[in-house]
């Protein structure tokens, strides 16, 4: 088996080109909205952005990236989890920056996180248990499938997970 190394960072502006050939198709959850200039937004707002565009990494090349928005004070939503697929680390890419991202979440004190995916809950529920967030309901958001989770604000994430190099 080959050790593949990767890491996990937040996006930067001069990222947003390299995001995007993630994307062939847009974000369609940014519906109405110019891919290019809604990554731009998420990237460049004002600090403290409430915003985050995670990438991964491997031999300097961006492989991955998912983006975890603020909808208000207490909801956020995860979505465009993309990771390119020729990867050799691509199962260990998805994972890793799915949970980074709802790790930050929890640590930024969302009490609902709206996940924007086709998987069914049971698919997720366990993984986002272990990071304290509990299954609510499966919806249909602007003709996009979404699945919701509350915080569990009794509970601490069994691993919390850094944003840090990662090998597999």
Not at 4 to 16: N, Q
Not at 57 to 74: P, T
Not at 94 to 119: F, M, N, P, Q, S
Not at 152 to 164: A, E, F, K, M, N
């Amino acid at each position: 088996m080959m050790l593949c190394m990767f890491s996990v960072r937040v996006a930067k502006a001069a990222d947003r080109h390299n995001i995007l050939s993630l994307y062939p198709h847009g974000l369609t959850q940014a519906a109405g909205t110019d891919t290019l200039h809604f990554i731009s937004q998420l990237i460049n707002a004002p600090d403290p952005n409430p915003n985050r565009i995670l990438i991964a990494e491997m031999d300097d090349r961006l492989i991955g990236c998912v983006i975890l928005s603020k909808a208000d004070s207490n909801v956020a939503h995860l979505f465009g989890l993309c990771v390119e697929s020729k990867s050799e680390a691509r199962d260990a890419v998805l994972k890793r920056l799915g949970e980074t991202a709802v790790a930050d979440a929890w640590e930024a004190g969302y009490l609902k996180l709206v996940i924007h995916t086709d998987h069914p809950p049971e698919k997720l529920s366990g993984t986002l248990h272990q990071l304290s967030f509990e299954f609510s309901r499966e919806a249909w958001l602007d003709g996009t499938h979404v699945l919701e989770f509350y915080q569990d604000i009794y509970h601490r994430p069994d691993s919390p997970v850094d944003v840090d190099n990662t090998s597999v």
